[in-house]
């Protein structure tokens, strides 16, 4: 093997990381132990599983375990384990570049000050690099599984790390930290005890360190187990504290907050399961991309593949946690999974337990929590739909078996006032007249609420559910009804509004004495609208547009195009207001070209009330200065 020495420099986002890491995680340096203990366990998990094909690699090395060695003097404390170990070209892989796409972008793409945010921060999921927090210089001496070469890494975090040839007996990993003068008790038994204790007890590997017992003049040292060594997820419930739970959702998803919700479950019967599932408290940077690490699947505790997606549908990519097959195969691939019967049973599982706890927390009054810092009284839910409910939505336009226990945990802002709505308050809600649920689509909160579309709908009493999240429309498009209520688009077709009977012969009579303007608008918009009616939706508006029942909402139109579809543009129905003063006016023009401007005009600004730009801005505002100057 070569003696020489190498230095490599690290990737530029790496040197940026851990400068962070050791500037900003300064006062929570401690987790460096779990990190690099959860390292430890992942490299033993895969060799376990590695060896369930290949039984040679264990070796007589059977006893897998993590090893922490502290040496006082020498102030050094190491984190061993006998796991599947690294090659020289995964060191300076793993350590030396940050292999997430996302996270070279989001580094490169935070501010200064964002970058004093922890949670920010935690998202990196800073891993291995944490080792810095509390060492000076990092030694990694590594034998792969399989193989008889041993290779060390080392470095002081000053940009570059050195690649040498070592020795180590026996397969896996040593992480030596020469600790800094201020960490040195970490090479003393209390501290680390307290620590493991504290952030890695539920680990599934056993953890053991050299403690001196004994009377004193007769010192005895002896291995000790540091932890139960039992999985988690195979405790009984009562037996786990909320900060174990905690602790172990923080290490599994390399998450910096506390998760917002869990559940344990174990099924048993036919097929026998258990599963830990954790709702994150925020979203990550790059929910939109799927992320490794979602939730780990095992078979009778053997760690089988990260992310099985087999087993979660996409739209709950944002769920973290273990899902603990009976059933399955030892020898499980992805082929396999894509076929077993037990996936489409397990996936069920994750689905329905997921609801589940989506339903309690939307039951849940609010609760204590810390936000940003200050203790406040919150609903989970909320923050939760904050956070994540686009992929609920997400699921209710793809998965079509989850589609009606999903659709009362929408959310949506409405006339009602501000907060989150669900449609089961808003059923409550509706007065007996009313028998659709009717929604506005706009850009924005404001541009929804002050539609013209809805005047006549806030006037009858009815609340209105304004849809601003792009995807909206589609949503209710493919709900179709909750509860036996249609979803009504208050911007589409006729709004069907009980009248009276008196009601009804004055429409009728207006439409019949306006007929006549009704044409002539008609003939001076030509081709730019379908057809002019009265309207029975306006009420302070002289003007609205809408579409055909069936057809597509400007709305949607707007999304279609600006996400680069070729969308036909379609006509639509010029509606007016036959009370309003402006329309009355309008009877009263004789001549032609002053009738047209004020036609274009009402048209135009039929347009701007919606959110959509009139067709030929420069003309619009050559009218409105005319309109002005004649006055
Ligand atoms: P993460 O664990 O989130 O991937 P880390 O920075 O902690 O990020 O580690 C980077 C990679 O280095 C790991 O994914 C793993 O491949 C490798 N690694 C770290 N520690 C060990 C170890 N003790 N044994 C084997 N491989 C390891």
């Not at 007769?218 to 540091?226: I, N, R, S, V, Y």
């Not at 994750?350 to 939307?362: I, P, Q, R, S, Y």
């Not at 806030?458 to 849809?467: A, N």
Request: charged share 30%; hydrophobic share 40%; glycine share 6%.
């Amino acid at each position: 093997m070569s003696t020489t020495v190498e230095k490599h420099p690290f990737q530029a986002e790496v040197n940026e990381v851990l400068s962070l890491v050791v500037n900003s995680l300064y006062s929570h340096r401690e987790v460096f132990l779990r990190e690099l203990i959860s390292n430890a366990a992942d490299a033993i998990d895969q060799l376990s599983f590695r060896a369930l094909t290949d039984h040679s690699l264990l070796g007589d090395d059977q006893d897998l375990r993590i090893e922490l060695v502290r040496d006082e003097k020498a102030h050094t404390l190491t984190i061993r384990d006998n796991g599947v170990g690294m090659s020289r070209d995964e060191l300076i892989e793993h350590l030396g570049t940050i292999a997430r796409s996302g996270s070279k972008r989001l580094m490169q793409s935070l501010s200064a000050e964002q970058r004093k945010d922890l949670t920010l921060i935690g998202q990196f999921g800073v891993g291995f690099y944490s080792a810095f927090l509390v060492a000076d210089a990092v030694t990694v001496v590594s034998r792969k599984a399989g193989s008889d070469e041993t290779w060390v890494w080392e470095s002081q975090a000053k940009g570059d790390f050195e690649i040498r040839g070592g020795h180590r007996t026996g397969r896996g990993t040593d992480v030596i930290l020469h600790l800094k003068d201020d960490a040195r008790e970490y090479a003393t038994e209390w501290p680390v005890r307290e620590v493991v204790r504290k952030y890695s007890d539920y680990v599934r590997w056993p953890i053991r360190m050299q403690v001196e017992r004994g009377k004193e003049g007769e010192p005895k040292t002896e291995w000790q187990t540091l932890n139960q060594a039992r999985a988690l997820w195979t405790r009984p419930k009562a037996e786990i504290e909320p900060a174990q739970y905690q602790e172990f959702y923080k290490s599994l998803s390399h998450d910096w907050q506390d998760p917002l919700a869990w559940t344990h479950f174990k099924v048993e019967g036919a097929h026998e399961l258990t599963g830990l599932l954790f709702l994150p408290s925020q979203a990550p940077f790059d929910l939109a991309e799927r992320r490794k690490g979602g939730v780990r699947l095992f078979v009778k505790r053997v760690f089988i593949m990260d992310d099985a997606q087999e087993i979660v549908p996409e739209w709950l990519r944002f769920v973290r946690g273990v899902v603990d097959s009976e059933d399955l195969p030892l020898n499980v691939s992805r082929e396999i999974l894509q076929k077993d019967a037990t996936t489409r049973f397990i996936r069920k599982q994750v689905v329905g337990k997921t609801l589940a706890l989506l339903e309690e927390l939307a039951a849940e009054g609010e609760t204590p929590r810390e936000v940003d810092g200050e203790q406040r009284q919150v609903r989970r839910y909320e923050s939760f739909w904050t956070e994540f409910g686009r992929l609920l939505k997400e699921g209710v336009y793809h998965d079509f078996e989850a589609r009606d226990r999903l659709a009362p945990l929408l959310r949506f802002r409405s006339s009602h006032g501000d907060g989150w709505h669900g449609l089961k308050d808003y059923v409550g809600r509706m007065p007996a007249a009313q028998k659709a649920i009717y929604f506005v689509a706009a850009d924005s909160l404001a541009t929804a609420r002050s539609s013209p579309h809805i005047e006549a709908l806030r006037k009858h009493g009815f609340e209105v559910l304004l849809l601003t999240d792009t995807i909206d429309e589609w949503i209710v498009d493919a709900l179709r009804e909750f509860d036996g209520r249609p979803f009504v688009s208050a911007a589409k077709g006729a709004l069907d509004l009980p009248e009276s009977e008196a009601d009804k012969q004055r429409k009728e009579e207006l439409q019949q004495q306006l007929a006549p303007l009704l044409e002539r608008v008609q003939q001076a918009l030509g081709e730019q609208v379908k057809s002019v009616r009265v309207t029975d939706r306006l009420t302070d508006s002289p003007a609205c547009l809408v579409s055909d029942a069936h057809g597509m909402s400007a709305h949607q139109e707007r999304i279609l195009r600006e996400a680069g579809h070729a969308v036909p543009a379609q006509k639509r129905i010029l509606e007016l207001n036959a009370e309003h003063p402006v329309v009355k006016r309008l009877q009263a023009i004789g001549d032609e070209a002053t009738f047209a401007d004020w036609v274009a005009l009402l048209h135009d600004q039929a347009l701007l009330a919606e959110g959509s730009l009139p067709p030929d801005p420069a003309a619009f505002s050559r009218r409105i200065q005319a309109l002005m100057a004649a006055n």
